[in-house]
């Protein structure tokens, strides 16, 4: 017994083997490189002398970084609780659907989520460019002046955000779907024979149930939002890309514009830190709502 168990875990060492090396050579170990990295003022490509903790020390100071830190958090509001409330609604409409319609329903919604950025990001130039935009010309028939929506700071976040919601909402829709779908009918016939109505049934029995679900697409959806980049670098061409800055931006911008492959790899660290620790304490909060929910 003691030799097969011994067998066993050499089994499992063994299949895992492949996994773990491939984990440690793409994630690991270039993340142990960018950590010496951003302690040396190194250009993008090539080595550098070791400053210690000077690059660190000079991103509070930096007006584009301060800018990128808002801009990001004020992203991650504009989407991640929007965004999942979207998706369960629709999620909750799409269920009381069924066959061929709920399909077509289903894939419809889920349309965006595949398109390449480049794609999203034509199709709501052509709809909302101040010159040309199909939404401009909708302005002009019912007498609205038109608005050059990602050229004005105010405007462009939550344009963005909208255009992102729009684009994401697919894969967060099928995972409620999925939820919705693994909570027993039984429940909802017993709540039908105590006469709740739709509110109660959702607030009593719906919503419990289907909380693991939605601190998981919470989840997600932090995690994304933090990093967003393609969009914003995309709808800032012509505009005021300083104003928009992200974290992702701002790292893009120091590395491959500026050549200080040092200083952006300290922002990298930074984000890579807040993304784990927001990660973290979101999902611990919404599962400890979520217990106190039952």
Do not use: C
Not at 10 to 19: K, Q
Not at 102 to 114: E, K, S
Not at 185 to 191: L, P, V
Not at 239 to 254: A, C, E, K, S, W
Request: glycine share 6%; proline share 4%.
């Amino acid at each position: 017994m003691i030799r097969k168990a011994k067998n066993e875990t050499l089994i499992a060492y063994l299949l895992i083997a492949p996994f773990v090396a491939v984990y440690a050579l793409i994630f690991i170990y270039p993340t142990i490189q960018l950590f010496m990295l951003s302690f040396t003022d190194a250009p993008l490509i090539g080595a550098g002398a070791f400053v210690g903790t000077e690059n660190y020390e000079r991103l509070p100071g930096d007006r584009r970084f301060n800018t990128a830190i808002w801009n990001t958090a004020y992203f991650v509001l504009l989407t991640v609780i929007p965004g999942t409330a979207v998706a369960l609604a629709i999620a909750l409409g799409v269920s009381r659907l069924s066959g061929r319609l709920q399909a077509l329903v289903l894939a419809l919604f889920f349309l965006p989520y595949i398109l390449p950025v480049s794609v999203v990001y034509r199709l709501w130039d052509w709809t909302l460019n101040f010159q040309f935009g199909i939404a401009m010309h909708v302005f002009d028939l019912i007498g609205i002046d038109r608005v050059p929506i990602f050229k004005v700071t105010g405007w462009f976040m939550p344009a963005v955000a909208f255009v992102t919601v729009w684009w994401t909402a697919g894969f967060s829709i099928l995972l409620f779907l999925a939820g919705l779908r693994a909570i027993p009918h039984e429940i909802y016939e017993a709540a039908s024979l105590d006469n709740a109505g739709r509110w109660t049934t959702f607030r009593r029995v719906t919503w419990p149930l289907l909380w693991p679900v939605t601190s998981l697409v919470a989840t997600i959806q932090l995690i994304l939002q933090l990093k967003i980049f393609d969009q914003v670098y995309l709808f800032s061409e012509g505009g005021r890309p300083n104003d928009n800055l992200v974290m992702v931006y701002y790292i893009f911008q120091r590395a491959f514009e500026r050549d200080q492959g040092g200083r952006a790899a300290a922002a990298a660290v930074v984000l890579f830190v807040i993304v784990i620790v927001v990660s973290v304490l979101n999902f611990q909060l919404m599962r400890l709502s979520g217990g106190r929910n039952k």
